[in-house]
């Protein structure tokens, strides 16, 4: 019999690569996706129509354990968050409610029932925030420098408690950025492969960027979801910190974009002092040392392959009118 799976957040990018991932190992997938969000399946392109949806507010305790009990999921997969981190500012206790408030609702649904479901919980290398030791590993301290952050701090433990208090099969995954074609445009690398694309198009002729030595540990998401998956096959249920062990700046970022394109990004990059941030730290990188081992986990994919898959998608997405140009 095909195991099932539940998703929060299957609308988003990492939903929509887990969700492939499982359909291609068999499974039955299962998003539990909030009434008012349901038109957002259609993002999931190919896939809207392979996987089930089931109509909850991820607010609702009652009902998450109503669709514990009816779904009888094998594994749980909590990814639902407001991922854009500088958002959680203005709503720090919605942010609260989401990360933290799900991953409990759904821990205690799992308890409740008495399942043997297995739980894996989206953690974030945000968690470690200002940091005295790079690369970051599993024993690394968490400082969280904004609400998102201690959000994911708090859901991070809970599902801790749930492990040791409980004895249930919860895992955490602290993965580092991960992105694709299908990141939204207000992060940094879809907002230059959308620029990249527009320019050499001649539908745009130059690019605002904020802090081009801005550092990060960029990763491609199909990676990534495969290092979730692998966590709830292990044989027991440990914490991983997930990222490519490489960093990268933001300007090595529009170099690799503006290459694939036969163009100089400096020639088009401008610096817009506005969208420079203040409360930055910039030594976020992974040591996977673990996964490695345990998981036998590691990237696939380049970051230079992960930006030209992005570049070429947004150049043939405008061909056919699917997005619209980068604004200059
Ligand atoms: P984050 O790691 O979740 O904050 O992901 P982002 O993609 O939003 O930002 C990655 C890094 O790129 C941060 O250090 C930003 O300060 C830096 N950055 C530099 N210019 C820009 C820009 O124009 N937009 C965004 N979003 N980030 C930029």
């Known amino acids: 019999m095909s195991k099932t799976a539940l998703i929060t957040g299957i609308t988003g990018q990492d939903g929509y690569y887990l969700s492939r991932l499982l359909l291609k190992h068999g499974y039955r997938v299962v998003g539990l996706i909030p009434p008012q969000r349901q038109s957002n399946l259609a993002k999931l392109g190919d896939l809207a129509g392979q996987v089930e949806v089931y109509s909850v507010a991820l607010t609702d305790s009652a009902a998450l354990l109503e669709a514990v009990e009816q779904l009888r999921p094998d594994e749980i997969y909590n990814l639902a968050a407001p991922s854009f981190v500088p958002a959680s500012w203005s709503d720090p206790l919605g942010t609260l ?3 933290t408030g799900t ?15 297995r739980f894996y919980q989206a953690s974030s290398s945000e968690m470690f925030g ?10 690394t301290p968490f400082r969280p420098m904004n ?12 599902m801790v408690h749930h492990r040791q208090r409980y004895g249930l099969f919860a895992c955490s995954g602290i993965l580092y950025n991960h992105e694709s074609p299908l990141r939204p445009p207000n992060f940094v690398t879809r907002k230059v492969a959308l620029a990249v694309a527009s320019i050499k198009l001649g539908l745009s002729d130059r690019l605002e960027m904020g802090n081009l030595q801005a550092k990060r540990d960029w990763g491609y998401a199909g990676d990534h979801v495969e290092a979730m998956w692998r966590m709830l096959q292990a044989k027991t249920p440990e914490d991983y910190v997930i990222g490519t062990g490489q960093l990268h700046s933001v300007e090595q970022l529009a170099a690799a974009a503006f290459a694939c394109v036969d163009l100089n990004w400096a020639e088009y990059v401008n610096v817009d002092p506005k969208l420079i941030r203040t409360d930055e730290h910039f030594h976020l990188v992974a040591n996977p040392a673990k996964a490695k081992q345990n998981l036998n986990w590691q990237p696939q994919v380049s970051f230079e392959a992960l930006i030209q898959e992005m ?11 699917a997005v619209t140009p980068a604004a200059p």
């Open 147 to 158: 609400p998102y952050a201690a959000a994911k701090v708090h859901a991070h433990w809970t």
């Open 130 to 139: 200002q940091v005295d030791q790079s690369p970051q590993d599993e024993n």
């Open 103 to 117: 991953a409990t609702r759904l821990l205690s649904a799992v308890r409740q029932v008495g399942l043997a479901t």
């Open 97 to 99: 409610d989401l990360v």
């Open 311 to 321: 570049v070429l998608k947004d150049l043939e997405r405008l061909k056919s009118g």
